[in-house]
C-alpha cells in the first residue's frame, strides 16, 4: 500500500499521462484529420499536463526529504535538476509551451503543437523503466508507442462531439472512416510494441505471472484487448452504417466512445502505477 507521498505521485502521474497526450493527440488529429473546434481542448489538457509536470518535480523532491518542505526545498530541486528527471521536466515545460503557443499561430502554429507535443512526448523516454535499459531502440519503441495511442486518443472526443449533432453526422463518418484506415496500421504497431516492451520490461512468462509488476501488466493487456474490441465494433460497425445514414449508428458511437475514455482512464491510471511503486521483476 503506498504512503502519502506514493499515492500523490501516482495521481500526479495519472494528470501527467492524460494532461500530455491527450495534448499532443489532439493537435496531432487535428492536423492530420482537419478537425475544428479543437485549441480549447488542446489549451486545457496541455495547461493539465504543465500543472502535473511543475507537481510531480515538486513531489520528488518532498520524497527525498520524506517532508512537504523538499517540494520547496532548492538544494533538494537543484539536484533533481541535474539527473534525468530534470531533463525529462525541461523537456516537458518547452514542449507543452510551445504546444500552447502554436496555438494561436494559425497553420504554421499547428506545426509548431505538433513539435511541440513530441517533444513532451519524448520527456518519457528519458525515465522511468525504459530508460533504465539504456537502449535507444527502447526508446525509438515507447515514443512510437506512445504517438499511436496519442493519435487514437486525441481523435475522440473531436469524433464524439461530431457524432452527437445530426448536423455534423457526414463529418463523423468521414473522420471515422479515416481514421480506421490509420489504425489499421496504427493498431498492429501498438500491438507489436507493446508486446516487445512488456518482453523487454519483465522478461520471462514467470515474472509476468508471479510478481506484481507482472500481474498489473496482464491487467492493462486485458484492458487493452477490450479496448481494442470497442475500436473494432466503431470501425466494422457503427461507422459503416454511419456513412449510409443510421442515425442510431450516431448514438452507438458516442456510447462507445465513452465507454473507450473509461477505459482508456483505467489503463492510464495502470501505468501510472506501474511506472510509480512497483519494481521491475529481477
Keep these: ?20 497526450i491527450t495534448a499532443t493527440g489532439t493537435v496531432i488529429a487535428a492536423l492530420v484529420f482537419k478537425l475544428d473546434r479543437t485549441r ?47 531533463t525529462a521536466l525541461a523537456l516537458r515545460l518547452v514542449g507543452l509551451s510551445l504546444l500552447l503557443v502554436g496555438l494561436f499561430l494559425g497553420h504554421i502554429g499547428a506545426l509548431a503543437s505538433v513539435l511541440g507535443g513530441l517533444i513532451a512526448l519524448f520527456s518519457f523516454t528519458q525515465i522511468g523503466h525504459i530508460s533504465d535499459s539504456k537502449a535507444a531502440f527502447m526508446e525509438v519503441t515507447l515514443m512510437l508507442h506512445l504517438v499511436a495511442i496519442a493519435l487514437w486518443i486525441g481523435v475522440l472526443t473531436p469524433l464524439n462531439r461530431l457524432a452527437s449533432s445530426s448536423k455534423t453526422h457526414v463529418s463523423a463518418a468521414d473522420v471515422g472512416h479515416q481514421f480506421g484506415l490509420v489504425a489499421s496500421f496504427t493498431v498492429p504497431l501498438l500491438i507489436v510494441v507493446g508486446t516487445y516492451m512488456g518482453y523487454q520490461l519483465v522478461g520471462s512468462f514467470n515474472a509476468l505471472v508471479e ?40 448514438s452507438h458511437l ?14 492510464l491510471g495502470t501505468t501510472a502505477v506501474l511506472t510509480t511503486n512497483l519494481t521491475l521483476p529481477k
Excluded at 506484481?212 to 452504417?241: C, E
Aim: aromatic content about 10%.
Design 1 to 20: 500500500m503506498p504512503d502519502l507521498f506514493g499515492l500523490a505521485a501516482i495521481i500526479t502521474k495519472f494528470l501527467l499521462y492524460l494532461g500530455v
Design 40 to 86: 480549447g481542448l488542446a489549451v486545457i489538457f496541455a495547461a493539465l499536463g504543465l500543472f502535473a509536470t511543475i507537481l510531480s518535480f515538486s513531489l520528488r523532491g518532498a520524497n527525498l526529504t520524506g517532508d512537504l518542505s523538499g517540494m520547496t526545498d532548492p538544494i533538494m530541486l537543484n539536484l533533481l535538476w541535474s539527473t534525468p528527471v530534470g
Design 211 to 250: 510478481t506484481s509488476y507482472g500481474q498489473a501488466l496482464i491487467i492493462k493487456v486485458l484492458m487493452v484487448g477490450g479496448l481494442l474490441g470497442l475500436a473494432a465494433a466503431n470501425k466494422l460497425r457503427f461507422i459503416p452504417a454511419l456513412r449510409l445514414g443510421d442515425p442510431i449508428a450516431a
Design 254 to 267: 458516442s456510447k462507445s466512445i465513452y465507454l473507450e475514455w473509461f477505459v482508456i482512464l483505467t489503463i
